[in-house]
């Protein structure tokens, strides 16, 4: 097994004039290269801390992250970031804005072309390419929005509420689409979510953080019943409901 990101005991400290808070304590864990994560927990336990801290944004204040076993010093290459917003650029059309990455990187070559074009239609977007973004729905422009991350190639996915702008049915429709996609090219993604479902739903297994400070508190897999089906097919089994009613016994005792 690759491991693809490794917290050591990473803890981050937040300085500001009403004082110190610890956003993160001591969090260590192994994400094994191909697996799906969720982590879920209440408001304010250090989740986009931590996906800020795994992208390079800020270093943690103790302990130490690697990726593929290098430290993490800054951004990296290897990881693609779908945040709640689409940041579509309006002036540019769907398939200028999916090879934007690609052109800053210098990587605007025929074959990442096509690459990029295959992803969009992967992603059921044929026929929007020469279209702007206010042509598309919010869900279509999520799957633009994803294109472009994945044109790149990124090995490593940080999905940070990406769902939570959406109306439920297209939501669901996303998920099953995008955990198909990442499944297919084999990225390792880490989802932040506030919906167990979605987490039980997508992922392999669920971390479970506590608040003041935030940490690690359980770590859940999900069975493999439910890993082989869908997230829409997903919800219906039973062990889908078995896993959320423990998984929301988990967060009310996590304070
Ligand atoms: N720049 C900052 N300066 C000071 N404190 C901060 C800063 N950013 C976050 N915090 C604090 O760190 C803690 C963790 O915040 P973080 O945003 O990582 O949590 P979260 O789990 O992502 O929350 P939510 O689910 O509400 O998005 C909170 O107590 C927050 O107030």
Redesign the pocket.
């Known amino acids: 097994m690759t491991a693809a990101i490794t917290f050591k005991n990473v803890t981050k400290k937040?300085?500001?004039l009403s004082g110190e808070?610890t956003?993160?304590d001591r969090f260590h864990c192994t994400i094994p290269e191909g697996e799906f994560v969720g982590i879920v927990?209440?408001?304010?336990?250090?989740?986009?801390?931590?996906l800020?801290m795994l992208a390079g944004l800020f270093p943690p204040t103790g302990g130490e992250i690697l990726l593929f076993h290098e430290p993490v010093t800054g951004p990296s290459p290897v990881i693609g970031y779908m945040l709640q917003q689409d940041y579509l650029l309006p002036w540019r059309t769907i398939l200028d804005n999916v090879w934007i990455g690609l052109e800053i990187r210098g990587q605007k070559t025929t074959e990442q072309i096509e690459y990029a074009k295959s992803l969009l239609y992967e992603m059921g977007l044929e026929g929007t390419e020469q279209k702007y973004p206010h042509q598309l729905s919010g869900g279509m422009r999520q799957r633009a929005s994803l294109v472009r991350t994945l044109a790149v190639r990124p090995k490593i996915l940080l999905l940070d509420?990406p769902f939570s702008a959406l109306d439920y049915q297209i939501k669901l429709q996303l998920e099953d689409l995008i955990a198909r996609t990442l499944q297919k090219h084999k990225i390792t993604s880490v989802l932040?979510t506030?919906d167990l479902g979605e987490a039980i739903a997508m992922c392999d297994r669920v971390l479970v953080?506590a608040n003041r400070p935030?940490r690690l508190k359980n770590i859940v897999n999900v069975p493999e019943e439910i890993r082989a089906l869908s997230p829409l097919e997903a919800r219906e089994h039973v062990e889908f409901h078995k896993l959320f009613r423990k998984l929301w016994g988990d967060l009310q005792n996590v304070e």
Do not use: R
Request: one cysteine or more; proline letters at 5%.
């Open positions: 937040y300085l500001s808070t956003a993160v927990g209440p408001s304010g336990c250090g989740k986009s801390t931590l800020s509420e932040v506030h953080m935030g």
